[in-house]
């Protein structure tokens, strides 16, 4: 999907009704509609709906007989929720899913790529503190290849 980097970090609040607001820079890729799910870390992301679709398709691509195949399927999919932005460019993120990324008042919004993902802020320093150590952070990059 050219032209759908999600790049950068912002932090917004959590209001009463769970909603957070959409980096102004992401709202133009979620406008056909987008899906909040659990994601790796115990963050969420919010994918655009065909980058959604595509990786639906690589799931539904895997050997069904694979147990790890099937845990990944169940998931992600049970895990996740369809929605759209409001009119302020929100996105509603239901309860279940608040307390799965541990959100209470404030949220970190990060591009990741081809989505963005929602940290709890205590979550995303833990997270992130690992990576300042640059001998760390170059040896776990090593074998991809970049």
Same mark, same amino acid.
């Given at each position: 999907?050219? #032209?759908?980097?999600?790049?950068?970090?912002?932090?917004?609040?959590?209001?009463? $009704?769970?909603?957070?607001?959409?980096?102004?820079?992401?709202? @133009?890729?979620?406008?056909?509609?987008?899906?909040?799910?659990?994601?790796?870390?115990?963050?969420?992301?919010?994918?655009? $709906? #065909?980058?959604?679709?595509?990786?639906? %398709? $690589?799931?539904? &691509?895997?050997?069904?007989?694979?147990?790890?195949?099937?845990?990944?399927?169940?998931?992600?999919? @049970? #895990? @996740?929720?369809?929605?759209?932005?409001?009119?302020?460019?929100?996105?509603?993120?239901?309860?279940?899913?608040?307390?799965? %990324?541990?959100?209470? @008042?404030?949220?970190?919004?990060? #591009?990741?790529?081809?989505?963005?993902?929602?940290?709890?802020?205590?979550?995303? %320093?833990?997270?992130?503190? &690992?990576?300042?150590?640059?001998?760390?952070?170059?040896?776990?990059? %090593?074998?991809?290849?970049?």
């Amino acid at each position: 999907m050219v #032209g759908s980097v999600f790049t950068g970090e912002y932090r917004h609040a959590v209001d009463d $009704k769970g909603r957070i607001a959409v980096p102004s820079r992401f709202r @133009a890729q979620l406008d056909g509609g987008a899906v909040v799910a659990r994601w790796l870390d115990t963050c969420l992301a919010i994918f655009p $709906k #065909g980058a959604w679709e595509e990786l639906a %398709a $690589k799931v539904g &691509s895997l050997p069904m007989t694979d147990p790890n195949a099937r845990l990944l399927q169940r998931q992600l999919f @049970a #895990g @996740a929720f369809e929605t759209e932005l409001d009119r302020q460019g929100r996105v509603l993120v239901p309860q279940g899913l608040r307390s799965f %990324a541990g959100l209470e @008042a404030e949220a970190l919004v990060l #591009g990741s790529r081809d989505h963005a993902e929602i940290w709890a802020p205590d979550r995303w %320093a833990d997270y992130s503190r &690992s990576l300042e150590d640059p001998e760390a952070f170059a040896q776990a990059i %090593a074998g991809l290849g970049i």
